[in-house]
Each structure stands twice: as C-alpha cells, then as structure tokens.
C-alpha cells in the first residue's frame, strides 16, 4: 500500500480543515488506516484510526468531538476533517495503513506510511 496525504495548510484558531489520504494497492480496502501527527520536538502520536469497512472509529481524547475520520473505499481515500483547530494542533500529519482491517491508536501496529502534510494552526 502506498499512501499520500494532503490538504494541510494554515487556518486560525477555531477554523476547519479537511486532510485527505490517497492510497494505492489492492489491499487497501481490507487495511485500517490512521492518522497520526508530530508537533516540533514532541514524539508521534496518534490521532484517529478507522477499520476495514469504516464502522469502528476511535479518536485520541485531544481530538474527541472535533475530529472526525472517514474512508471511501471505492475512491481509496480516507479524511479526517478537523474542526475546532487550536494552537496545540499545529503538527506535521501523517496516515498509516496496518495489514489488518482492525482499528488501532498505537502508532507501532502500522505498517506503511505516508508523507505528512503540514498543518499550522495560529492567527
């Protein structure tokens, strides 16, 4: 599976934005996949993950309520819409692929990555 992510970019605090995840290879429909960011000078952590066929979705406490993750598995794609963005959101975001379909917040579960995007909240 091979992943790109997009749409990160500078909004103020309280805006909105909407991060894609473009996958490619067949076993993409069968892999749960997460988002997951990394602030300067502060370790990995994890966002948002949902499984296989969308129907469990879990969010990190930081982000409960604000944040919402969606795939559309005929597109190969999978959103997190962020709403609500504070200072303290601010990170490079990546998504992840795991080789199984089980949604998962831990970062050492997954097995391909993508780039990150850029995601800078400030006014």
């Known amino acids: 599976v091979q992943l790109q992510a997009s749409g990160g970019g500078l909004v103020q605090p309280g805006g909105s934005l909407r991060l894609s995840c473009a996958a490619s290879?067949?076993?993409?429909?069968?892999?749960?996949v997460g988002w997951f960011r990394q602030a300067p000078g502060k370790e990995r952590e994890a966002v948002a993950s949902?499984?296989?066929?969308?129907?469990?979705?879990v969010y990190a406490d930081s982000v409960k309520g604000r944040f919402t993750i969606s795939r559309e598995n005929a597109r190969s794609k999978v959103d997190l819409q962020m709403n609500g963005l504070k200072p303290d959101d601010t990170a490079v975001y990546y998504c992840?692929?795991?080789?199984?379909?089980?949604?998962?917040?831990?970062?050492?579960?997954?097995?391909?990555w993508g780039q990150g995007t850029l995601v800078t909240v400030s006014s």
């Open positions: 949902i499984s296989w066929g969308g129907s469990t979705k």
């Open positions: 992840a692929a795991r080789s199984t379909g089980i949604a998962l917040l831990r970062s050492g579960g997954y097995d391909y």
């Open positions: 290879g067949r076993t993409f429909s069968t892999s749960a």
